[in-house]
C-alpha cells in the first residue's frame, strides 16, 4: 500500500505548522490483483469455452475493469466515470435438486456499477458484488482502520471536492454524480441497441455483399467439384478469411486432384477383418450397411486443428500448409475405420446399459477429436464390460446419454440427456439411471415441446420482421431463444 500527501501550511497561534494530508486509501497494482484471486477464478473467460457468449461478456468486462482499476493508480489522473459491468460468476458448489440428484456445476448473471475512487474499495466492491469472501483482506483492512483511528489532532482527512453544478456548466466537464444517476437509471432495451446499431449495420451489410455472393459461389463450386455434403467454419471469421481459406482448398484441389479425390469415398463394401479390446470379429457382422463415408462423401469444417472430429467431419487447420492438409486426406482410411469402431462401441455401451443411445453434444469453440472420443468411449466400455449391470435391455430405450472426462459425479441435463463421467462408479451409474429415468423422459418431452415452440416462433420473426435469416449459436438454449424472439417482435425498431 502507498499514501501520497501533501504539504499544506496552516496558521495556527502565529506560527505555520506543516500538516500531513493522507489523500486515498489505495492498493498497489500486484496487492490488487491478490485481492481479486477468488474474483479472476470465478469468472476467468478460459473457465466458459463452452459457453461462448458468457465468456465473451467476461472477457469485455475484465478489460473494462482492469482498465477502471489501471486508471485509478495514475497519480493526477481524473477518476473514470461510473461503469456499468455484468459478468456470469462460476458457482463453485454443487447443487442438488429436488429429488436429491447433483446438478451440475453452473454460473450466475451479476451486474454492479463501479463508482468507487480508489483500489481497495473498488475490490472491495467487486468482490461483495459477486458475493465472495473477502476475509483474505482482513489484514488490509485492519491497517486501514488502524490508520483512520491513530490520526493525529490537526490532520486533515480525505474528502473528494464536490463542486457546484454551475462549475461543470461553465467547464464543460462532465458531472459524476449525473453520470452515476444516468447509469443507474437508463438501461440499454433490445430496441435501443437495434436503433442505435441500425445504420452501422446497414452500411457494413452493403459494403459485404460483393463479398458474401463471392463466399457463396466458391462454396457451391467445392462442393460441387470435390462430392463433399457441406462446408462449414468452427468459428467466426469474417468473410475475407472464409474466402481466402475456400481459394486456398480450391487451388490445392487444383494443384493436386489426386489427394482430394480421396473425399468422394469409397464406394466398394470391403469386409475388414479387425481386433478392438482384444476381440475379433468381421465388419460384415458388426455393419450391415455400406459405411456413411462410402454413400454420401465428407463435410469439411475450417477450424484450427487439421483431423477428424466426433461427428466424422474433416477438419482442416487454417494455419496448416497444402502439405499437411494432403497428409491428411491420406489418412482418412484410418479415420473412417477409427470412427466405425467408435461407432461400434458406442453400440456395446447402449447395450450394456438398457439400450440408451450415446450421443456427442456439438458446442461451439476447440472440436472434439475423433481420437479423443475413440479413448473416452474405450475407458467407459472397459470399466462396464465386465460388471454386467442389472438394467432391462430396453428400460432406457429412447434415452440419451453423453460421457464427460472432467466431471466426477452424474448428472442430468436439463434438456433431458445424461451426462456421464467416464470414470463413474458403475454401481452408482445404475442406480443413478434408475431413479431418473421417469425425470429423463419427462424433460425431453418438455424439450420436443420447446423446440417446436422455437421453430414456429423464430419463422414468426422472419416473417414478422422481414428478416432474411435467423439464428443462433449452440449454447443458446430453446428456453433462453423463445423469449429473446418474442422480445424482438415486441420491442421492434420502426426501422425493421
Not at 466426433?310 to 470412427?339: C, I, N
Not at 466400455?381 to 435391455?393: A, D
Request: glycine residues 4%; hydrophobic residues 35%; charged residues 25%.
Amino acid at each position: 500500500m502507498y499514501v501520497t500527501t501533501f504539504l499544506r501550511y496552516v496558521r495556527l497561534g502565529g506560527r505555520c505548522v506543516c500538516a500531513r494530508m493522507v489523500q486515498r486509501r489505495n492498493l498497489s497494482g500486484a496487492d490488487a490483483i491478490n485481492a481479486l484471486r477468488p474474483f479472476y477464478f470465478a469468472v476467468h473467460p478460459d473457465f466458459f469455452g463452452r459457453h461462448p457468449r458468457e465468456r465473451e461478456v467476461n472477457d469485455n468486462s475484465l478489460k473494462r475493469l482492469n482498465g477502471y482499476l489501471e486508471n485509478l493508480q495514475k497519480p493526477g489522473a481524473r477518476s473514470p466515470k461510473p461503469a456499468n459491468l455484468t459478468f456470469y460468476v462460476r458457482d463453485t458448489k454443487e447443487k442438488a435438486d429436488s429429488s436429491g440428484s447433483l446438478l451440475a456445476s453452473e454460473f450466475r448473471s451479476v451486474t454492479f456499477t463501479l463508482q468507487s475512487k480508489d483500489v481497495l474499495s473498488t475490490v472491495l466492491d467487486v468482490l461483495r458484488s459477486c458475493s465472495l469472501s473477502v476475509e483474505h483482506m482482513q489484514d488490509v483492512l485492519k491497517d486501514e482502520t488502524e490508520k483512520s483511528s491513530t490520526q493525529q489532532p490537526g490532520t486533515a482527512f480525505y474528502r473528494p471536492i464536490k463542486w457546484d453544478k454551475t462549475y461543470y456548466t461553465f467547464t464543460g466537464f462532465r458531472d459524476p454524480e449525473q453520470e452515476l444517476e444516468q447509469a443507474r437509471r437508463v438501461e440499454p432495451t433490445l430496441s435501443l441497441w437495434l436503433r442505435n446499431n441500425e445504420s452501422e449495420a446497414t452500411k457494413k451489410q452493403n459494403a459485404s455483399l460483393p463479398r458474401r455472393e463471392e463466399l457463396k459461389r466458391l462454396k457451391r463450386e467445392l462442393i460441387q467439384k470435390l462430392g463433399l455434403l457441406d462446408i462449414r467454419w468452427q468459428r467466426k471469421w469474417g468473410v475475407a478469411h472464409k474466402c481466402s481459406q475456400l481459394q486456398s482448398l480450391g487451388r490445392l484441389s487444383t494443384q493436386s486432384p489426386e489427394a482430394l479425390h480421396i473425399l468422394r469415398g469409397n464406394h466398394e463394401n470391403r469386409i475388414h477383418e479387425m481386433t478392438l479390446d482384444g476381440l475379433n470379429f468381421h465388419c460384415a457382422q458388426m455393419f450391415t450397411q455400406i459405411s456413411f463415408f462410402s454413400e454420401t462423401g465428407h463435410v469439411i469444417v475450417f477450424t484450427d486443428q487439421s483431423g477428424m472430429n466426433a461427428s466424422g467431419h474433416v477438419m482442416l487447420g487454417t494455419m496448416d500448409v497444402h502439405h499437411q492438409w494432403t497428409k491428411l486426406f491420406e489418412r482418412l482410411p484410418s479415420y473412417r475405420s477409427l470412427f466405425q469402431q467408435s461407432d461400434w462401441l458406442k453400440e456395446r455401451i447402449s447395450h450394456l446399459l438398457g439400450g440408451i443411445q450415446v450421443i456427442h453434444i456439438e458446442r461451439m469453440g476447440p472440436a472434439l477429436p475423433l481420437e479423443e472420443l475413440y479413448s473416452t468411449l474405450n475407458t467407459f466400455h472397459k470399466r462396464l464390460f465386465p460388471q454386467r449391470l442389472s438394467l432391462h435391455p430396453r428400460s432406457m430405450q429412447g434415452l440419451t446419454m453423453s460421457l464427460e472426462n472432467d466431471r466426477s459425479t452424474p448428472c442430468l441435463h436439463e434438456m433431458g440427456h445424461f451426462i456421464i463421467p467416464t470414470m463413474c462408479d458403475t454401481l452408482q451409474l445404475q442406480n443413478f439411471l434408475q431413479s431418473q429415468a421417469q425425470e429423463a423422459r419427462r424433460r425431453m418431452r418438455r424439450k420436443d415441446k420447446l423446440e417446436a415452440e422455437e421453430e414456429d416462433i423464430i419463422s414468426s420473426c422472419l416473417q414478422d420482421l422481414s428478416l432474411h435469416s435467423l439464428s443462433k449459436e449452440p449454447s443458446v438454449l430453446s428456453s433462453q431463444m423463445i423469449p429473446c424472439c418474442r422480445r424482438l417482435m415486441e420491442e421492434r425498431s420502426p426501422q425493421m
